[in-house]
């Protein structure tokens, strides 16, 4: 099949979070089970063109994109890949030359973003009717990248190599929904009644392009059965989207995200001290000294970690008022992350009271959070929400068992260890009280070697790979056919 995927985030090149890794798995798994894929996304100002050896597309010129009654001049860059997907770059310097992927600081969104996203939409389909490519499925990753089904649905498409495909929007994260205040609608060149109820795209009295995407995609799905099920039974969790995803009925699935099992093998990691495997684990103990080190931590007990966006979802605040009680059961404490500022604060503050017991790294370094996945004992994501998480998946892959909230991914990808096939722990409520029980059911079960490398070695041999998840992509897409 040829798939044309859209997307604001694509690993290495651009990654703020999950929805890169996975585009980039995605894509490549499909790529190697003998599909044609294309990826569009943004020219970011802060991607390092020769360090990607990024070259302008010879075979397709400088165009212009008219829309809301601005012209845009782009150009499309390609990423050098003899094999697998194509990977184009679109570039407009005004709109995406700056550095960022949604504003400057994880705080802010930049003021631009709908005219960025309706860019990053256009340009797509233009890449397909100017290579006279007809792709059978536009597939759209989130919000950002919604408004290229939107755009499919509503404009004239006949003649134009578009004139058959269908759309599929996967949901990587319903929080993040992309509103905008209607004043902004024109831009969009779109037909007035999407913007006004009972319109698509209107979201009390805005505009919301996570709506519009849902409606308006041919197929829509989530990152694991379980969040879809949650999103469309709990208000809450369903942002305001709850009825909306309901009314889709069978045109709206979960499908679990696989994780690159190459790009994340402790056995062949470069940015471990020691590489180490299932059958040979000795270098992990190595690997956790050196993190030890590298941190300023003592010698004690169990070192617990922490990686990812310091937000409301990832329940971290449920970590903060136990940090005096697990210092004194002897763990360790160390967190890798950058977001709300007040989050920051508190972690700096937990730091400097527990000096050589508790550190904070404030920042965003992959390798940095390679050697978290290693050389920790256990992996914290106490979330109060998890479309599919994937910080869980490489922590069971480094043998690092995680305690996790029951919800969403994690809810379909970590087995409580009192339970057959164990390889971390779950808790339900989402209150300290919970996770410091879950907590002490784990340290417990680390003060009995045997029974801790056992469970770590149950959860490296968990097999969350691409093929399963890219054969599930490929029905959804062979269900389109025809219909
Ligand atoms: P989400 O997509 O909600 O942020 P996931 O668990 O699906 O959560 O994916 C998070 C990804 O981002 C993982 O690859 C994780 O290692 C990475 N990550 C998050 N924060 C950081 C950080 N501060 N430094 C390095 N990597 C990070």
Redesign the pocket.
Known sequence: MKILMVTAEYAPLAKA???G?MVAALAGALSARGHEVKVVLPLYGDIDRERHALAPCPGLPAFAVRRGGAVRRCRFWRADGATGPDVLLLENDELFGRPGIYGYAEVSEFADTLPRLALLAQGALEAAVMLDWAPDVVHVHDAAAALAAVDLACWSRAGTPLAATRTVLTIH?LAHQSHHPRWEFPGLDLPTRLAWHPGEMEFHGGLNLMKAGILLSDRVNTVSPTYAREVTADEELGCGLAGVLRDRGEAFSGILNGMDREAWDPATDRCLPANYSQRAPAGKAVCRTALLRELGLEEGGPLLAS???LAGQKGLDLLLPLVPSLVGDGWRLAV???GEPALEQALHAAAAAHPGRVAFAA????A??RRFYAGADAFAMPSRFEP????QL?ALRYGTPPVVRRTGGLADTVTDAAEPGGDGFVFDEATPEAFGAALGRAIEAWREPGRWSSLARRGMAADYGWDVPAAAYEELYRSLEGS
Request: with cysteine; proline share 0%; hydrophobic share 30%.
């Open positions: 979070g999950g929805l890794d994260n990686v990812g966006r890798l992350g950058t920042r965003f370094d992959e940095l959070s599919c998480g994937l910080a490489y």
